[in-house]
């Protein structure tokens, strides 16, 4: 496995996690995923202001953003479908990079086409912090900004890549990011010029899914 570079602690980063061939593989899973759980666009709670972004999820629990606030849910905001499950090399990317023995319960897929970006915040509508986020990229490259747990860190900013992997873990869970832009026409490996961003998460604390199997 390639080894990665931690950007501080915490916060480590995979280039080329993904080979250009396992890449092609999940934008071809994630193809037929997508005609069964569309994109959708997410809204911000109050003001109901359109993100740049479009959003759809996988496995037991999706993130959707709306009217009424951001939340985890078990269904399709539009379809009111079950999301679809992980495809398979997502659960095989937590278990090699997470270090978290408890299984992801969602992932948030994003899709980037051009002008999108995405404003500085944290991940924070899980219960669980002690779970780490991990991200995977595939498409166009993007300017990707991460500071500190207070939104007035300084920041840096680093190119993610197609096939990269981003761990946000430890001291750098609660660290603030988002994406600058995306360099359009950078990746061949989609039909149009885009990115697509997948984040895996924890929502719940693991202690409370083993209860619950009682
Ligand atoms: C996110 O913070 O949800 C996405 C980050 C990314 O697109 O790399
Ligand atoms: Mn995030």
Known sequence: MTSPIELAPGCLWWQGWLSRDQQQALADDLRALLAEAPLFTPRMPRTGKPFSVRMSNCGPLGWVSDA???RYQPL????????PPFPPVLLRAWGELAACPAPPEACLINWYGEGARMGLHQDRDEEEF???VL???LGDTAVFRI???KRTDPTRSIRLAS????L???PSRLAFHGID????GSSTLLKQPGRINLTLRRVHRADDAATGAL
């Open 76 to 83: 399709h905001p539009e379809t009111g479908r079950a999301w």
């Open 135 to 137: 991200s995977l990229s």
């Open 168 to 170: 946000l873990s430890g």
């Open 68 to 70: 009424a606030g951001y």
């Open 147 to 149: 500071g500190g747990i």
């Open 130 to 132: 002690g779970a780490p």
């Open 181 to 184: 832009r995306i360099l359009p």
């Open 163 to 166: 096939g990269d992997a981003l």
